[in-house]
């Protein structure tokens, strides 16, 4: 697949940034056995990871804008251009040893998203897409997955942990779509179950309570791969509202459905 020379340098970032998580990854699960725990050296590699990136990005357009999730965000004086990056998204799995996790990295151009880079350094899987140009896993083009029947789907979701409200309404959201689909999966990193979605491996996703960060990258990979994206409300503005569904137009349109289910007895 051909690569603009922005993605090539998005790419480069990641790959970069890639390398050190792998490293710290396999010290944080040494450190699984310490009395200490490794919170600490965690929210260090994700700091890390995030300087490595922003460097790699702004010595090569030195003028674009910068939001991550680690640091304070850098206005850009070129004023049309921005990047938007997780350094580390699925910071409790890293924590926990657990080998799903990612770099998310998108480009921002006059409010589009036209560029996206999401990236698993413990299974060097990359997911990237330019806006008209398609979604890739590393050379291989994406398509969103084809069933049409919530019944034969899998969904992703994300699930509201210790400190997050709306707890109450995600388990009655959840409770409505698990009686309707073939499977859910709480996989614990946005970024990275929305290029699962590209991928064809869940049919749809649903989440509250996120970050443009969490989802900038995803929602142009989607897209990309042939899948529709909209807020929770049916908007046409997620990264603004900070909620999503996605999928293939239907399983869109029909989780979107289940998700607005009346309560009973309200």
């Known amino acids: 697949m ?20 792998a490293r710290d990854f396999g010290e944080v699960q040494n450190l699984q056995v310490s009395l200490k725990g490794p919170g600490d050296y965690v929210s260090q590699a994700d700091r890390k990871a995030e300087k490595l990136i922003r460097e790699e990005l702004l010595k090569a357009r030195p003028t674009y804008g910068f939001l991550g999730e680690e ?12 990047w938007i990056v ?15 996790f990612a770099i ?9 998203i036209v560029a996206a880079v999401v990236m698993n350094p413990a299974t060097d899987e990359l997911f990237t897409a330019e806006r008209g140009g398609g979604a890739f896993l590393n050379d291989r083009r994406l398509r969103v997955a084809a069933r049409k029947s919530l019944s034969d789907a899998v969904i992703g979701t994300g699930t509201p942990h210790l400190g997050v409200a709306n707890h109450g309404t995600y388990l009655v959201e959840l409770r409505h779509v698990m009686g309707e689909v073939a499977g859910v ?16 491996r869940f049919d749809g996703f649903w989440e509250r309570g996120l970050f443009p ?3 900038a990258a995803g929602i142009l990979l989607i897209r990309e791969a042939g899948g529709w994206v909209a807020d929770i409300d049916g908007g046409n503005k997620p990264m603004d509202d900070g909620s999503i569904v996605a999928g293939n137009e239907y399983i869109r349109k029909a989780l979107h459905e289940v998700l607005h289910r009346p309560v009973p007895g309200k």
């Open 71 to 82: 640091s304070e965000e850098i206005i850009g004086t070129d004023g049309a251009h921005r």
């Open 86 to 100: 997780d350094p580390l998204d699925g910071t409790t799995n890293f924590l926990h040893g657990i080998p799903h």
């Open 213 to 215: 960060w969490d989802l």
């Open 185 to 200: 999966r709480r996989m614990g990193a946005a970024s990275l179950d929305l290029a699962y979605v590209a991928a064809g």
């Open 2 to 21: 051909a690569r603009s020379a922005l993605l090539n340098v998005m790419v480069q970032a990641a790959f970069k940034a890639g390398k050190s998580l």
């Open 104 to 112: 998310s990295i998108a480009l921002e151009r006059q409010g589009e």
